[in-house]
């Protein structure tokens, strides 16, 4: 008997059947014993439509009204999903992000979660009813607007929520088994990871593993919350992302590394023929932040002849804006060249095993070179590694490493399947 | 110089290009000097099409989560309409029932307006931001549960916000040219009626015309808010509903009958054979009551040898139950039969002149004897008087009466031109 907040994704509640199903979830979690708050995102493409309409009528919508519009999106799914649950004879009640007291700062579209106040959810589990909460979504402390959280915010409303209500865990309900050890699209023997830790989970959302959101997991990781990520189509158990210490024990048997991540969103852009001398690298980063570019990996290579190159990466969709703040401090940076390139990747292996295992470098450079794949890049923290190749090599890269260190399953992964490991 | 309230109807918002229009036509009613507030519908199929979303999901969905659902339609009309007005270089900001203050009962689906107070509203026009309110919604004053007011709430919505906001006027924007003499699709000589009263339309609204809801006009008479009612497809003025105060001297020239009226959609219930005794009447109507059946007309015939019949008339979708709590009842209320009849018409003719002018019975009478129309029941009010026809006699009814009172126009009705008269 305990308290768990559920958090069903858009593809989970892409239609009728789909919400009866999940209802069907719901309630079966309840009849076991266990409370249940719902977070439900909007269902199947709603968002997308609702900017497609947006677009349609303005090229560039004010903030405050595309955050309204969104916002309805959620508002469909929760009440319909009520209404579901309602239909099986067990109590059901929708909330909104305001109602139920996600007060958030006003930034429109990415606004951050200043407080939860669940009065209103509270009460509802002690008068027997199921909450459902709209994802995604609060109101500004100041403005008091209906703000949101951007993309993905419905997994850090299903976390925030779960510690506000000091729920026992937090299962987010998404269209695949878990978290796996790689892209199982690129890497057919990726294997579904049972427990990983936050940080390895953080370092793998960081560097473009995409079933959970970086927010959503440095949330849990601040609040001690653990997060089962499951599928809402099979009975799996999923994968469990945990602290550490939760972990001792558990993971004697763990692999050194936890999971290969790839990302192909990322450029590059160099900065050639820079005078060696203090200050200028700060001035070109200074810049850059000032243009709210963001920055990811960033490589200076020796001098030569009082001349030194910067390489960076960052977004592709940073790289317009940066290449146009370079340019037009071409005077004060004082460089001779500049260079753009989008065909890159970085593959990215984590594992928190990695601190107390030597050789995890050697093996990684061994395999990539084995398989011919040049690097352009590294970067390195205590539990990631980190690489830049071309493009067209992302998917091999992503191999050689997952089979170098001993990751590769039997058979083939099979994501969307009941059975899991 | 002044403030206009304007109401978009979902026909007026259908698509984005409508939208578009809309906004348009908001920002030359601003460009023109006069502050506007909107009150905006779902767009055009929004709210039955998530009323089959609902069904899909359960037949008999909860009420407070299909007001939830609900209000998302105009949540999304506001929004769109907020972005376009934007697009064209204006402030806009959109606010949800709740946000402009619209306190109501807890009777969701039907909920009353207890109190409008619309702070961010006025905030908004004084920041010199156009504000979008949505239509046909409001929160609970006890339980702070959304609420909605059913179906055509809108046109109250507008009206209870212009009163609010003590606007000089209330324009409610639809798909056809203002009010008309009769309907236009069964008579084709119908003509625009350009000024009509409060009671008229009152009339002619709970005798079947469709443009204008009850509930809407009964407010817009509390409160003396003239209202106009226009074609979002034209520039033509549409008709004014305004007191009959304010018509004098306007209206000197106005024809006795402003409209004909008629209604399909009611049934006929005769209970024969009950003993002429004082409160055996008053036992049929508690009973009706009692299970929430509106009544219309009510007819006692004379009595013969100690036994008489009662008829009324009550909408068709309360034909059922009536009947049911009559057979319950058959032996404390003593009757011996009951005829149901739905194949029947009301035809209602109204105008505030009949009041002065003897006679408008005859000639209704003289009209559909000529026209061989047997008339089954009859009501009148002081700016009334109703018929019950045959079904199938109703548009000859209304052609014969609208001649027989010179209102015929000379061409063709034409409803959704933009010269009107």
Redesign the interface.
């Known amino acids: 008997m305990g308290l768990v907040v559920h958090k069903y994704g858009g593809s989970s509640v892409a239609d009728?059947a789909s919400?009866?199903r999940v209802a069907q979830r719901i309630v079966e979690t309840v009849k076991n014993g266990d409370d249940v708050a719902v977070v439900v995102s909007a269902m199947g493409d709603t968002t997308d439509e609702?900017i497609d309409?947006?677009e349609?009528?303005?090229?560039?919508?004010?903030a405050?009204?595309?955050d309204?519009?969104l916002?309805?999106?959620e508002?469909?799914s929760?009440?319909?999903l009520?209404?579901?649950i309602?239909?099986l004879g067990y109590q059901?009640?929708?909330y909104?992000g305001s109602?139920a007291g996600f007060i958030t700062t006003a930034a429109h579209g990415s606004a951050k979660i200043i407080d939860v106040t669940p009065g209103?959810i509270t009460e509802a589990i002690a008068d027997g009813a199921i909450p459902i909460v709209a994802g995604f979504q609060g109101v500004s402390q100041d403005t008091?607007d209906?703000t949101t959280l951007g993309r993905g915010g419905s997994d850090t409303t299903a976390v925030a929520l779960a510690a506000a209500l000091n729920a026992d865990r937090c299962e987010i309900y998404t269209d695949v088994d878990g978290i796996f050890s790689a892209d199982p699209r690129i890497a057919p023997k990726a294997r579904k990871v049972p427990v990983i830790t936050y940080e390895e989970m953080l370092e793998l959302a960081a560097n473009g593993a995409k079933v959970l959101h970086l927010r959503c997991v440095e949330y849990a990781r601040r609040s001690g919350m653990p997060l089962r990520v499951r599928s809402s189509f099979s009975d799996s158990l999923g994968t469990l992302v945990t602290s550490s210490y939760e972990l001792e024990g558990v993971a004697v048997e763990a692999p050194i590394i936890s999971g290969v991540a790839h990302d192909l969103a990322e450029a590059k852009i160099t900065i050639g023929g820079v005078r060696d001398e203090p200050g200028r690298a700060a001035a070109v980063f200074e810049l850059l932040a000032d243009a709210e570019v963001n920055l990811d990996m960033i490589v200076q290579n020796v001098s030569a002849a009082g001349l030194t190159d910067i390489t960076f990466t960052l977004p592709m969709s940073h790289g317009d804006i940066a290449l146009a703040v370079l340019r037009e401090n071409k005077g004060n940076i004082g460089f001779e060249t500049l260079a753009y390139d989008d065909k890159v990747a970085k593959v990215s292996l984590v594992g928190a095993a990695m601190r107390s295992h030597p050789g995890v470098s050697a093996t990684t450079f061994r395999a990539l070179a084995d398989a011919g794949i040049n690097v352009e890049m590294i970067s390195t923290s205590e539990i990631r590694i980190s690489v830049v190749t071309r493009a067209e090599d992302a998917t091999r890269a992503v191999q050689a490493i997952h089979t170098a260190f001993g990751l590769d399953a039997d058979g083939e992964a099979v994501v969307y399947a009941g059975t899991g490991r």
Chains 1, 2 share one sequence.
């Open positions: 009728a919400v009866r609702l309409l947006a349609q009528v303005s090229p560039n919508p004010p405050r009204e595309l309204m519009l916002t309805a999106g508002r469909i929760m009440a319909v009520a209404m579901a309602a239909d059901a009640r929708s909104t109602q209103r008091k209906v």
